[in-house]
């Protein structure tokens, strides 16, 4: 049986994971792949798939959530004009994101380097993910978004969601000016020449990696604080607040604006289970399923996969289940 991860009034995740090191590690989900910030998971007929920065973009698949195996990578070489845009980058993208839309997977993805602003947001779609399909080819449709250094914004790490209504909006955005939305045309997927508009979700001095999941009439976002790539030195942790409007205001559970700093904490380092970062939302027939990386402290901080389900309390905050101690990671 699963059980729920202790909680503090202002926290909405983990607290304490009781047990040795390699036990918590087991009981936070621990899959051992290397990934960083991995998208959230897909489905693709009787297989799941996610991707990851990486040379390329990285890819992963599973049969039952346990057991993954790598798959190919989006690209062979960036495409020219991502690279033209951003010459700094060697073919290695960032914080990949994934949804299924009118028949084809549209994959997001940003090319940037460390700690400028001189980034692009591009987008590749495929009619399947399965590789040996005659379907399966990843296909350019170019530029989403980009961002240089006059803009306050940095264009990386895209979310996307289509909302219950039909809409389609990306989350995007570091440090800077903090987390922005835009929306997006549904039929090609690419900025929307009707809505122009950008909307300010969240701020924070370190803030990143969005994420926004909608459920029982609430649109919860989920962001990094803190500053990653460091190994077992990182500092990252998970933050989430909610609105009933997508485009905010986002509170968190004090009701403190996130744009004034509020974001409760929904996950942090527990023991070697270190930093954890880019949140994913994957809905099962009905069950949720949290992803996130981290850097094993057992492993010299080597990232990888944590996937923990992910249940709401009464007062719908999310909550995080632990699996059991020394048995089967399980669906």
């Known amino acids: ?59 992963y698949h599973s049969t039952d959530l346990k057991h993954w195996n790598p798959g190919p990578r ?6 020219i004009w991502a690279h033209r845009a951003v010459p700094g980058n060697h073919n290695f993208p960032w914080a990949p994101d994934v949804i299924f839309l009118h028949n084809r997977y549209l994959l997001y993805y940003a090319v940037s380097t460390f700690g400028a602003k001189r980034s692009v947001i591009g987008l590749a779609v495929n009619r399947t993910l399965h590789p040996k399909s005659p379907q399966f080819h990843w296909r350019d449709r170019g530029l989403v978004i980009g961002s240089n250094r006059r803009d306050s914004f940095n264009a990386i790490d895209p979310a996307v969601i289509r909302t219950a209504t039909g809409q389609l909006w990306m989350s995007f955005g570091s440090f800077s000016s903090g987390i922005k939305l835009i929306r997006l045309n ?35 976002l989920f962001v990094n604080w803190g500053y990653c790539c460091r190994g077992i030195h990182s500092t990252y942790n998970i933050r989430v607040g909610r609105s009933r409007s997508i485009t905010g205001p986002y509170f968190d559970a004090r009701g403190i604006n996130m744009l004034r700093g509020g974001g409760t904490l929904f996950l942090d380092t527990i023991g070697p289970f270190i930093g954890p970062g880019q949140a994913g939302v ?49 669906r």
């Open 186 to 220: 549904e039929q090609t997927g690419l900025a929307s020449r009707r809505w122009r508009k950008n909307y300010s979700l969240a701020w924070h001095r370190t803030i990143e990696a969005s994420q926004i999941f909608q459920h029982g009439g609430w649109y919860y």
């Open 1 to 59: 049986m699963a059980l729920l991860v202790a909680t503090q009034p202002d926290r909405a995740g983990a607290a304490a994971v009781p047990g040795s090191p390699r036990e918590i590690l087991q009981r936070l989900g621990m899959r051992p792949i290397h990934v960083h910030d991995p998208s959230p998971i897909i489905r693709c007929g009787n297989q799941f798939w996610l991707f990851s920065t990486g040379p390329g973009i990285i890819s």
């Open 74 to 79: 989006v690209f062979a070489q960036l495409p």
């Open 282 to 330: 994957f809905d099962d027939h009905g069950t949720l399923y949290f992803t996130c990386h981290f850097y094993n402290g057992l492993l010299h901080g080597l990232s990888q996969l944590s996937i923990m389900r992910l249940v709401f309390n009464d007062s719908q905050w999310p909550r995080l289940v632990l699996w059991p101690a020394k048995s089967p990671l399980t």
